[in-house]
């Protein structure tokens, strides 16, 4: 298993940044490409970013691009999301998700390729 600690959520007004982290253990975060989705109650969980083994290639949806951004040390076995110029549509549980690398482009698409997923950081964006 990779398990996955999400950090750094928070409550923060309109504007605000905040930077979210996503800490592996067990086997290293580099045999994986990685993601962010984020989920509001009774919806879908949405993608949000998704980054190559390599970190090269970088993937956002357009709702977050310009302001998010997604980055990895596999070194240190983390995966991160700046967010910058929150917006209160922003508000939502953070998930991070690890797929094989092959998987990357459908990881874009749907959360179903998924592999593993972490437990969830809320970020709540005050208007």
């Known amino acids: 298993q990779v398990p996955l600690v999400e950090s750094g959520g928070g409550l923060v007004q309109a504007g605000d940044s905040l930077r979210l982290s996503c800490a592996a253990s067990?086997?290293?975060?580099?045999?994986?490409?990685m993601g962010w989705f984020r989920q509001d109650p009774g919806k879908g969980r949405e993608f949000v970013a998704a980054i190559s083994r390599s970190g090269t290639n970088l993937f956002y949806a357009d709702s977050v691009k310009g302001r998010f951004t997604i980055s990895r040390d596999n070194g240190k076995n983390t995966v991160n999301l700046e967010m910058n110029s929150l917006k209160p549509e922003d508000t939502a549980v953070y998930y991070c998700?690890?797929?094989?690398?092959?998987?990357?482009?459908?990881?874009?698409?749907?959360?179903?390729?998924?592999?593993?997923w972490g437990q969830g950081t809320q970020v709540t964006v005050s208007s």
């Open positions: 998700a690890a797929v094989p690398p092959l998987l990357l482009f459908r990881l874009c698409v749907s959360p179903s390729v998924v592999e593993y």
């Open positions: 067990g086997r290293t975060v580099s045999n994986y490409a």
